[in-house]
């Protein structure tokens, strides 16, 4: 197939998801180009870029109105928008059209129930091609979600994907319960096979704690902060490194500074993946204590946790979204209450300080993830979703 991405802006350090699935693709030998709405921001670069052969096309802010299908479904979806945001989503979905012309794509492509997905539903009520979404975590949990826009892009679209059965249950619950059979449920899958060499053994820091990811109130990197306090004050000796940049660097940085932590806590700014997979195989406990935000924004289903335990790094986390999915039960570490730092402290002391705890944890990690998480397995179930023949939500008697 030739299948086209539709992004917000690509590439972007924080989404290895999706250039992971698109290399993936690729190796399967289906032909992709992404259409990036935006210009890249200047950040560090993930060195898996290289290996993309997709050629990335910036789609046009402006249109020079071309051929447009004129439909009911098409002029409810313009009115549901944001008023303010209407003329350019629909420009750039007319580019898109085009520009699935021009490259004779077979299917369309967006990540997040946002504006690429708005505009993925623009070109295909359009007259372009058929087009699937997935959707991820802000883009369903936030507060003040428009409703009526997320149900008229899903029934524009061939099917709604999703990364985690929790996920399922919440959208169809919130925005889909006539249609369940609209959602779909794929793990994000990583390149498991040559990534991780989960057989090799790694000789790894004593006490070293790590934590990776964008330094957000979801992330709740404040807990970790305020664990590993409480673990000082009472004896126990510790590193942590924290990889991320964010909105919340400043309040992180001047809570290490109020609570005396500047000797042992290091933040490093962001990293691109190799580096991080080197701190992975290095670090002894990853730790990552989700929280909901005040916007309800959640993590649906965190690569990064993904990625430690393949590296046989026994993790702590919250027992919330997605996340259960990812660890199993205690399987290969330690689900905490949110918002809880002292137990997010037992726990981390648990797991440094008990060996055979540790090694059972650090023994399944890659187990599990190689189970639920490959992408060669789970990329023939996205293919499945491109290819399955479209249905109409007249058809399935379902959104008006």
């Given at each position: 197939?030739?299948?086209a991405?539709?992004?917000?802006?690509?590439?972007?350090?924080?989404?290895?998801f999706?250039?992971?699935?698109?290399?993936?693709?690729e190796?399967?030998?289906?032909?992709?180009?992404?259409?990036?709405?935006?210009?890249?921001?200047?950040?560090p670069?993930?060195?898996?870029?290289?290996?993309?052969?997709?050629?990335?096309?910036?789609?046009?802010?402006?249109?020079?109105?071309?051929v447009?299908?004129?439909?009911?479904?098409?002029r409810a979806?313009?009115?549901?928008?944001?008023?303010?945001?209407?003329?350019?989503?629909?420009?750039?979905g007319?580019g898109?059209?085009?520009?699935?012309?021009?490259?004779s794509?077979?299917?369309l492509?967006?990540?997040?129930?946002?504006?690429?997905?708005?505009?993925?539903?623009?070109?295909?009520?359009?007259?372009?091609?058929?087009?699937?979404?997935?959707?991820?975590?802000?883009?369903?949990?936030?507060?003040?979600?428009d409703?009526?826009?997320?149900?008229?892009?899903?029934?524009a679209?061939?099917?709604?994907?999703?990364?985690s059965y929790?996920?399922?249950?919440?959208?169809?619950d919130r925005?889909?319960?006539?249609?369940p059979e609209?959602?779909?449920?794929?793990?994000n899958?990583?390149?498991l096979?040559?990534?991780f060499?989960?057989?090799?053994?790694?000789e790894?820091?004593?006490?070293?704690?790590?934590?990776?990811?964008?330094?957000?109130e979801?992330?709740?990197?404040?807990?970790?902060?305020?664990?590993?306090?409480?673990?000082?004050q009472?004896?126990?000796s510790?590193?942590?490194?924290i990889?991320?940049?964010?909105?919340?660097?400043?309040?992180?940085t001047?809570?290490?500074?109020?609570?005396e932590?500047d000797?042992?806590?290091t933040?490093?700014?962001?990293?691109?993946?190799?580096?991080?997979?080197?701190l992975?195989e290095?670090?002894?406990?990853?730790?990552?204590p989700?929280?909901e935000?005040?916007d309800?924004?959640?993590?649906?289903l965190?690569?990064?946790?993904i990625?430690?335990?393949?590296?046989?790094?026994?993790?702590?986390?919250?027992l919330?979204?997605?996340?259960?999915?990812?660890?199993?039960d205690?399987?290969?570490?330690?689900?905490?209450?949110?918002d809880?730092?002292?137990?997010?402290a037992?726990?981390m002391k648990s797991?440094?300080?008990?060996?055979?705890?540790?090694s059972?944890?650090?023994?399944?990690?890659?187990?599990?993830?190689?189970?639920?998480?490959d992408?060669?397995k789970?990329?023939p179930?996205?293919?499945?979703?491109?290819?399955?023949?479209?249905?109409?939500?007249?058809?399935?008697g379902?959104?008006?």
């Amino acid at each position: 197939m030739k299948i086209a991405y539709v992004l917000k802006k690509f590439p972007r350090l924080s989404e290895t998801f999706i250039l992971n699935e698109i290399l993936g693709l690729e190796e399967l030998g289906h032909e992709v180009v992404v259409f990036t709405l935006k210009v890249a921001d200047d950040e560090p670069r993930h060195g898996d870029l290289e290996k993309l052969k997709a050629l990335i096309v910036l789609v046009p802010k402006e249109s020079d109105g071309g051929v447009v299908e004129d439909s009911q479904q098409l002029r409810a979806l313009i009115e549901a928008l944001p008023e303010q945001r209407r003329p350019k989503i629909v420009a750039q979905g007319q580019g898109v059209l085009q520009l699935c012309a021009d490259h004779s794509v077979d299917h369309l492509h967006a990540h997040f129930m946002t504006v690429a997905s708005h505009v993925a539903a623009v070109c295909r009520l359009s007259g372009g091609p058929s087009f699937s979404v997935t959707a991820h975590a802000k883009d369903i949990f936030r507060h003040g979600i428009d409703k009526g826009v997320f149900r008229r892009v899903a029934k524009a679209a061939k099917s709604v994907v999703t990364v985690s059965y929790f996920n399922r249950r919440y959208i169809i619950d919130r925005f889909l319960s006539e249609c369940p059979e609209k959602v779909r449920m794929v793990y994000n899958g990583l390149p498991l096979e040559d990534t991780f060499d989960v057989g090799r053994k790694i000789e790894r820091e004593e006490n070293h704690v790590l934590a990776v990811g964008r330094l957000v109130e979801k992330k709740g990197f404040d807990i970790l902060i305020r664990a590993c306090h409480l673990l000082r004050q009472n004896g126990k000796s510790l590193r942590l490194s924290i990889v991320g940049q964010g909105d919340e660097q400043g309040a992180l940085t001047q809570l290490v500074h109020d609570l005396e932590l500047d000797d042992i806590v290091t933040m490093t700014g962001p990293l691109p993946r190799e580096e991080v997979k080197a701190l992975m195989e290095s670090a002894k406990l990853f730790v990552l204590p989700c929280r909901e935000g005040k916007d309800g924004n959640r993590d649906a289903l965190p690569t990064v946790l993904i990625e430690a335990l393949s590296c046989g790094l026994p993790v702590v986390s919250t027992l919330m979204v997605g996340i259960p999915e990812i660890v199993g039960d205690d399987e290969c570490g330690i689900l905490v209450p949110v918002d809880d730092f002292e137990t997010t402290a037992v726990a981390m002391k648990s797991l440094l300080d008990d060996q055979v705890l540790w090694s059972t944890c650090s023994e399944r990690g890659p187990i599990r993830t190689r189970e639920l998480f490959d992408r060669r397995k789970t990329l023939p179930q996205i293919v499945q979703v491109f290819a399955d023949q479209e249905t109409t939500m007249e058809q399935r008697g379902g959104i008006e």
